[in-house]
């Protein structure tokens, strides 16, 4: 019993750790990710492309964050393979230092101004390999953790990975939200807007000592110790997998709703050329208000996933976080702020939630160990840049001096959602299926006693490992 007791805290602690490894890791990666999102709704228009058509810059700066996820799919294939091959610890080092260094190097680009054309062709080239790097962080994470945590505990300890990605937007715009208020115009515009790309500099070390300390998953161990590492993992999910890698592409068209939160809603409240007026500093607090919420309600989402399934919070989340995008944009329109804020905080901290916090357990619960990394990689990066190149397609169809943006663009967003509710309604639940039987086909998942007798035991013996 004592070796048992012993063997129990062991895996717990083991958990606690992948899942602050994978937490730290993507808050300081998403940094990386969101200061550039943050910079090309707000600054970049003026700083990297001609002033001469303000609609034009708009929509270019808009569409160098989507050249972002363009880069996605491929780095999900090399990058898939490489976690499914050589451990998720590897991967997740090679994506931290791709990212830390393409963001610092954007920290130093020349403007249009000083160099012309060349200025938004480095701007892009940079963005693709932010992108590519950035396709396996998600996936490989995920996989680190859930392949660590206890039966019956998946769906919380996963959601981390997701709460680290919101901590990231917070961290993002608390450092632009004190150069934005506190720095003129012309210092922000001139230099001050660097800063947040250079200071990855400590974002690049900070995640190098997290990371090198990550254990490799059991779950791969075994899979090398027997032989079982394919040579090909790919191959093998688009062999035997291609239907829920399917399934994850339209779930993770999900991803409009932050980019109507973040990104098309900063250049609607903000770009002088659309009228609204909103100051940088100001409308940056919404979506740190949300991304607070979101931060503490994540878990509870993540925990709640475990006893009822992944399923009915993601279909919920969908559908409601669609239907509120009319009224967040509404309220942005007539420039209420304690009204955008509120919805802001419905909409993206509560409701979208109910996907956000479980697709990091849902997504790898769908493939089995051998191609997990490779399958979840593919099919969510591929869905994400879809949705990544909205911002361009919002800014097109709802350009400055346009009427009705909010019905035009929530009409859009709430039939995408749709989409995405559809799609996990198809899919099967895997919450009460163990991590060894996940992606076999047929497999028949434990009874709900046994399994919440089971659930008991993991939550009990986490509890005594922190005592």
Same mark, same amino acid.
Not at 311 to 331: E, H, N, W
Not at 364 to 392: C, D, H, K, W, Y
């Given at each position: 019993?004592?070796?048992?007791?012993?063997?129990?805290?062991?895996?717990?602690?083991?958990?606690?750790?992948?899942?602050?490894?994978?937490?730290?890791?993507?808050?300081?990666?998403?940094?990386?990710? &969101?200061?550039?999102?943050?910079?090309?709704?707000?600054?970049?228009?003026?700083? &990297?492309?001609?002033?001469?058509?303000?609609?034009?810059?708009?929509?270019?700066?808009?569409?160098?964050?989507?050249?972002?996820?363009?880069?996605?799919?491929?780095?999900?294939?090399?990058?898939?393979?490489?976690?499914?091959?050589?451990?998720?610890?590897?991967?997740?080092?090679?994506?931290?230092?791709?990212?830390?260094?393409?963001?610092?190097?954007v920290?130093?680009?020349?403007?249009?101004?000083?160099?012309?054309?060349?200025?938004?062709?480095?701007?892009?080239?940079?963005?693709?390999?932010?992108?590519?790097?950035?396709?396996?962080?998600?996936?490989?994470?995920?996989?680190?953790?859930?392949?660590?945590?206890?039966?019956?505990?998946r769906?919380?300890?996963a959601?981390?990975?997701?709460?680290?990605v919101?901590?990231?937007?917070?961290?993002a715009?608390?450092?632009?939200?004190?150069?934005?208020?506190?720095?003129?115009?012309?210092s922000?515009?001139?230099?001050?807007?660097?800063?947040?790309?250079?200071?990855?500099?400590?974002?690049? +070390?900070?995640?190098?000592?997290?990371?090198?300390?990550?254990?490799?998953?059991?779950?791969?161990?075994?899979?090398?110790?027997?032989?079982?590492?394919?040579?090909?993992? +790919?191959?093998?999910? &688009?062999?035997?997998?291609?239907?829920?890698?399917?399934?994850?592409?339209?779930?993770?068209?999900?991803?409009?709703?932050?980019?109507?939160?973040?990104?098309?809603?900063?250049?609607?409240?903000?770009?002088?050329?659309?009228?609204?007026?909103?100051?940088?500093?100001?409308?940056?607090? +919404?979506?740190?208000?949300?991304?607070?919420?979101?931060?503490?309600?994540?878990?509870?989402?993540?925990?709640?996933?475990?006893? +009822?399934?992944?399923?009915l919070?993601?279909?919920?989340?969908?559908?409601?976080?669609?239907?509120?995008?009319?009224?967040?944009?509404?309220?942005?329109?007539?420039?209420?702020?304690?009204?955008?804020?509120?919805?802001?905080?419905?909409?993206?901290g509560?409701?979208?939630q109910?996907?956000?916090?479980?697709?990091?357990?849902?997504?790898?619960?769908?493939?089995?160990?051998?191609?997990?990394?490779?399958?979840?990689?593919?099919?969510?990066?591929?869905?994400?840049?879809?949705?990544?190149?909205?911002?361009?397609?919002?800014?097109y169809?709802?350009?400055p001096?346009?009427?009705?943006?909010?019905?035009?663009?929530?009409?859009?967003? &709430?039939?995408?959602?749709?989409?995405?509710?559809?799609?996990?309604?198809?899919?099967?639940?895997?919450?009460?299926?163990?991590?060894?039987?996940?992606?076999?086909?047929n497999?028949?998942?434990?009874?709900?006693l046994?399994?919440?007798?089971?659930?008991?035991q993991?939550?009990?013996a986490?509890?005594?490992?922190?005592?």
């Amino acid at each position: 019993m004592q070796t048992n007791a012993s063997a129990s805290s062991g895996h717990s602690s083991q958990a606690r750790k992948a899942t602050a490894s994978g937490w730290i890791g993507s808050a300081l990666e998403y940094y990386d990710f &969101f200061i550039y999102a943050q910079a090309a709704a707000l600054i970049f228009p003026q700083l &990297f492309f001609p002033s001469g058509n303000p609609k034009i810059a708009i929509v270019a700066s808009l569409a160098t964050y989507g050249v972002g996820y363009v880069a996605r799919p491929i780095g999900a294939i090399v990058l898939g393979h490489w976690g499914d091959t050589h451990g998720r610890k590897n991967v997740l080092l090679l994506c931290m230092f791709l990212m830390g260094l393409s963001t610092m190097a954007v920290g130093l680009l020349p403007t249009y101004h000083q160099i012309g054309f060349l200025a938004p062709v480095l701007l892009v080239v940079l963005r693709l390999i932010q992108g590519f790097a950035v396709a396996g962080e998600i996936s490989g994470a995920s996989s680190m953790i859930l392949e660590h945590a206890p039966f019956g505990r998946r769906g919380y300890y996963a959601s981390f990975t997701l709460q680290g990605v919101q901590a990231g937007q917070i961290l993002a715009a608390a450092v632009f939200l004190p150069l934005a208020y506190y720095m003129d115009d012309a210092s922000f515009n001139s230099w001050g807007w660097r800063i947040p790309f250079l200071l990855s500099a400590i974002v690049l +070390i900070a995640g190098y000592i997290i990371r090198r300390e990550v254990h490799e998953t059991p779950a791969f161990e075994k899979e090398g110790a027997s032989g079982g590492v394919p040579r090909s993992p +790919i191959v093998e999910a &688009f062999k035997y997998n291609w239907r829920d890698m399917l399934r994850v592409v339209l779930c993770s068209l999900m991803n409009v709703i932050p980019v109507v939160a973040t990104i098309f809603g900063a250049a609607y409240a903000v770009q002088p050329s659309y009228g609204i007026g909103f100051s940088k500093s100001l409308y940056l607090w +919404i979506p740190v208000i949300g991304n607070i919420v979101a931060v503490l309600v994540i878990p509870y989402v993540g925990n709640l996933s475990d006893r +009822i399934g992944r399923r009915l919070p993601i279909i919920v989340g969908a559908l409601g976080a669609g239907l509120l995008s009319f009224a967040y944009l509404y309220a942005i329109s007539i420039h209420n702020v304690p009204l955008a804020m509120v919805m802001s905080i419905l909409m993206w901290g509560v409701i979208y939630q109910g996907y956000n916090a479980i697709f990091p357990s849902f997504y790898p619960e769908l493939f089995p160990t051998r191609s997990r990394v490779s399958a979840m990689a593919i099919g969510q990066n591929i869905g994400t840049t879809i949705t990544a190149l909205l911002p361009a397609l919002f800014a097109y169809v709802a350009p400055p001096g346009s009427h009705n943006v909010p019905l035009t663009i929530g009409a859009i967003t &709430f039939g995408i959602t749709i989409v995405c509710a559809i799609s996990a309604w198809s899919a099967r639940e895997n919450f009460r299926v163990r991590l060894s039987d996940l992606g076999e086909k047929n497999v028949v998942p434990m009874d709900k006693l046994s399994y919440d007798a089971l659930r008991a035991q993991s939550m009990a013996a986490g509890k005594k490992a922190v005592a």
